[in-house]
Structure formats: C-alpha cells, structure tokens
C-alpha cells in the first residue's frame, strides 16, 4: 500500500510561481512510477508529469513543458512539481499518483488532492 499527501496548493497571481509536495508512506517513491495530474472545473483529469522509471526521463503534458519541473527526492520520499509562469488555465486541482510499474497504463493509488487557483 501506499499513502500519498499533497501539499503546496494555493491562490496565486499570473506569472508567479508553486511548489507542489507529494509525500509518500508505505513504499519508497524510487521504486513506484510517479506522476502529477490536474483537473480543473468541469472538464477530465489530465496528465501533467512524470519520470519514466525506464530511462529516467521527465515527460512533460505540452502545456505546461517548459514551466513545470517534475523532482524527486529519496531520501524525504517525496516528489515535486515545480510551477513557474503559472496562468489562469493552470487553475485545477492537482494530484499526485503512483503505480507498481512503468508498464501498467493505470495508477494504482492517488493522492486527496491540492487546489490551485490562478487569477489574471
């Protein structure tokens, strides 16, 4: 099992920047596929982020490339999602995710979830 925690969410202005923290308890998030997802009002859950456990990369959804930063830290078991130049369509509730492997389409377990809401 795994238990994971966001925090970091918040109102902030166009233009400025979030931390997203997603702490993890019952599995090392070194071994678990870990992701960052958004939904906003009205619309689905997408993707935002990730690191590949096969080649160690960082993929990014094409709206938020070049803004978010996806990290990972060992040792505090924990995962990031760094939000610089945030606009108004980066209004959604973010949640953190993992899953057993890298193969599997679907993620086993989710986070509750941390709102943040940019205004213009």
């Known amino acids: 099992q795994v238990q994971l925690v966001e925090s970091g969410g918040g109102p902030v202005q166009a233009g400025g920047s979030l931390r997203l923290s997603c702490a993890a308890s019952?599995?090392?998030?070194?071994?678990?596929?870990m992701g960052w997802f958004r939904q906003a009002p009205g619309k689905e859950r997408e993707f935002v982020a990730t690191?590949?456990?096969?080649?160690?990369?960082?993929y990014y959804a094409d709206s938020v490339k070049g803004r978010f930063t996806f990290s990972r830290d060992n040792a505090k078991n924990t995962v990031y999602l760094q939000m610089n130049s945030l606009k108004p369509e980066d209004t959604a509730v973010y949640y953190c995710?993992?899953?057993?492997?890298?193969?599997?389409?679907?993620?086993?377990?989710w986070g509750q979830g941390t709102q943040v809401t940019v205004s213009s």
């Open positions: 019952g599995r090392t998030v070194s071994t678990y596929a």
């Open positions: 690191l590949s456990l096969i080649d160690m990369r960082t």
């Open positions: 995710a993992a899953k057993r492997s890298q193969y599997q389409s679907t993620y086993d377990y």
